[in-house]
């Protein structure tokens, strides 16, 4: 029998990045991987997991995010999931920390069963069913084609355009030992806001993404204000705000909230480990334990190949 190995790698993402929620978001240097063999002799799919998310091998495969996502770009291209096979999973992104781990399951998913059909699915095709299972563009989006996107609905289907990241930013990557649901983090927000309060962020959205083009990162502090989500999500992260003010303090150019939380991010071009210390010494001040990272905006998406066949 003639058995296929394929291997898929997925950067982490930032999304809202501030003032743009559920439009904007960043393509990070943190990747998982996943390795699916099929297999003709076995009946179902084994589950394997290393690092991140030690555990979710024990749920059935059918409920594996990774598995429903194979099985949505088979059946998008009229296939369907293989009768047996083995998918490991190397897992770096942290899970309900804001980095896009649900986003990086999908979308390595997607690209496993596109590859199992032969690549047939073009990235907006992939973008579509990504969005569709995700529920909103702004982390699978980073996740498909890297670099910073900017995506909208038309008609319940994302459109995207990507930027590419100045080389000298760096991102420090600061993750509480606090899990935040998606889910609890979109109730607590209000359900309308004022014209002043749409009007402030529509303003920062574009002053931020002109800063960038710009190089000015001298105005990224006040580009990356927003009154929409982070002064809701922010009293969930104990030690946060005083973490965001340190940073600042520290020679970061701006700081906020990944996604919905925990993890805080920071931009710099220097003095990365002095701002990653002083996050850190703020959170420790709230007995908050944290692990951080220093990443780098990454211009290329998830990539899949196959690998081997036997």
């Known amino acids: 029998m003639m058995n296929t190995c394929v291997h898929v790698k997925v950067p982490a993402t930032s999304a809202n990045l501030g003032p743009g929620f559920d439009s904007l978001g960043l393509a990070l240097s943190l990747y998982n991987e996943v390795y699916f063999w099929t297999d003709d002799t076995a009946k179902g799919i084994t589950v394997t997991v290393t690092g991140e998310g030690k555990g979710i091998e024990t749920l059935p495969a059918e409920e594996n995010l990774v598995v429903k996502s194979i099985q949505s770009a088979l059946v998008a291209t009229g296939n369907t999931l293989p009768r047996g096979g083995r998918l490991h999973l190397v897992n770096r992104i ?60 038309v008609d319940q289907k994302p459109l995207t355009h990507t930027l590419r990241l100045p080389q000298e930013l760096q991102f420090v990557v600061v993750i509480p030992e606090i899990e935040i649901e998606t889910e609890t983090a979109r109730k607590i927000l209000p359900a309308q806001v004022d014209r002043q309060t749409a009007i402030y962020n529509m303003g920062r959205i574009g002053y931020l993404l002109s800063s960038l083009w710009l190089h000015q990162y001298d105005q990224l502090q ?83 190949v196959i690998e081997e066949k036997r």
């Open 222 to 304: 006040e580009a990356m204000q927003d009154k929409i989500h982070v002064p809701y999500r922010l009293p969930l992260i104990r030690g946060g705000k005083e973490a965001l003010q340190a940073a600042l303090a520290a020679g970061a150019h701006g700081a906020t909230i990944s996604g919905s939380g925990s993890t805080l991010l920071a931009v710099a071009t220097t003095k990365t480990q002095e701002i990653a210390r002083a996050m850190t010494e703020a959170f420790a001040s709230q007995q908050v334990a944290v692990q951080t990272h220093i990443l780098s905006g990454v211009d290329t998406g998830a990539s899949g």
């Open 94 to 153: 942290p899970f309900k920390r804001g980095l896009g781990s649900s986003s990086a399951a999908i979308v390595g998913g997607l690209l496993v069963g596109n590859q199992l059909a032969g690549n047939t699915l073009r990235k907006n095709q992939l973008l579509a069913l990504a969005t569709e299972i995700e529920g909103h563009p702004d982390n699978v989006a980073p996740a498909l084609f890297g670099g910073l996107t900017v995506s909208i609905m």
